[in-house]
């Protein structure tokens, strides 16, 4: 007869750090960055969330079109996340002269393309936003902040051959 097998309750790897320690500010999503801020209500926030599920646009557009989110509390927030945030450019209205801030022969070796501007803020969308040394150059060469977002290549693809 057999015996039913017991195995142990696996638990999830620890952070690093203190796993005492409460998450990081710049690990929360950008909601929770807003709310903690005291930039944005939890309610604007979920009505948010609740259009970006069926639209894909992102929350920070979202939250200054339709509540009134200032852009400087906006840029405030996305300078303090260390993650690349996921945008997709096909459901996300750019415009022209925020492309044209980088070099085209530049965005399609790199692989990225300027989709907003917030100020100091410039907002970019590369296929592989991990690449330091790039985002290096880039503040380099606009002398902008820049807010990396991961973004297929084929939805940078399209913005670039669009306003070509």
């Known amino acids: 007869m057999a015996t039913a097998r017991h195995s142990r309750e696996v638990q999830p790897t620890p952070r690093r750090g ?7 500010p710049n690990a929360l999503p950008l909601g929770r960055i807003l709310i903690d801020a005291g930039a944005a209500k ?3 926030v979920d009505a948010a969330l609740a259009v970006q599920r069926k639209t894909f646009r992102p929350l920070g557009r979202i939250l200054r079109e339709e509540h009134g989110l200032s852009v400087e509390a906006l ?9 690349q945030p996921r945008v997709f450019l096909r459901f996300f209205p750019i415009e022209p002269e925020t492309l044209r801030l ?3 022969k530049l965005c399609a070796e790199q692989e990225l393309a300027a989709f907003e501007r917030l100020g100091n803020l410039l907002c970019v969308a590369i296929s592989n936003p991990s690449r330091r040394d790039l985002i290096l150059q880039l503040r380099s060469v606009t002398e902008y902040e820049i ?3 991961r973004a297929p290549w084929e939805d940078i693809q399209k913005a670039l051959k669009d306003f070509g």
């Open 102 to 104: 980088l070099d085209r």
């Open 42 to 44: 939890k309610e604007a």
């Open 147 to 149: 807010a990396a977002f």
């Open 18 to 24: 203190d796993e005492d320690e409460p998450e990081a």
């Open 75 to 83: 840029a405030d927030a996305l300078r303090k996340q260390d993650h």
